[in-house]
């Protein structure tokens, strides 16, 4: 029996017309394949969207807490291709983040996201980068098995997920002190 060809990004089920006013608001990270850009360390990890008044940008703000500090950076997102239904974002940083010189650009294709937008499977072409989210700090076990067979289909090595530790209740953004605005990208890129 032959083995299946994995796909290639090109290839990728991607989420058509996706309702972006219902996906805005607060989504926790339950898993991920870590990046260059997050501490190690890193627990309650999440992402705020909120669109912005020319219903075309989103904001998007990135925290989590490392060695009990806030640590976050903000950006933009938008549609890759306006004329295509396909969720397929640009989500744009600038680095450092407290000097807005070096635009560093990331794709982020929402490839799966149930019909209440309760939880959703996230990633990129390269297969490199992704993320299991959830409205709730903590998912059911059957759903997230669920979006593993899915992120498989996709062909991504799910053996390098991480589960993201979550408090619940989650912490406050005002109620930690932060790191200074961004170190935690220099911090993550050199492995401290």
Not at 33 to 57: C, H, I, M
Not at 93 to 110: A, C
Not at 111 to 138: F, H
Request: one cysteine or more; glycine letters at 6%; proline letters at 7%.
């Amino acid at each position: 029996m032959a083995e299946a060809k994995p796909k290639s990004g090109n290839d990728m089920t991607v989420v058509r017309g996706l309702d972006v006013a219902r996906y805005m608001g607060r989504w926790y990270e339950i898993a991920s394949v870590p990046s260059l850009f997050q501490p190690r360390d890193g627990r309650n990890t999440r992402a705020t969207y909120k669109l912005q008044e020319d219903g075309a940008t989103v904001h998007v703000l990135n925290e989590t807490w490392s060695k009990g500090k806030r640590d976050y950076i903000e950006g933009t997102a938008y549609k890759a291709d306006p004329n295509s239904d396909e969720a397929k974002l640009k989500v744009k940083f600038y680095l450092p983040p407290f000097l807005p010189i070096i635009p560093v650009v990331g794709d982020y294709w929402v490839l799966y996201v149930d019909e209440d937008y309760q939880y959703a499977l996230v990633g990129e072409p390269r297969r490199k980068n992704l993320w299991i989210l959830c409205r709730k700090t903590s998912i059911d076990e059957e759903v997230y098995n669920q979006l593993l067979e899915k992120a498989k289909e996709e062909g991504y090595d799910v053996s390098k997920l991480h589960k993201t530790p979550q408090d619940d209740p989650p912490p406050e953004s005002d109620a930690a002190p932060t790191d200074g605005k961004g170190v935690w990208w220099f911090q993550s890129l050199f492995g401290k």
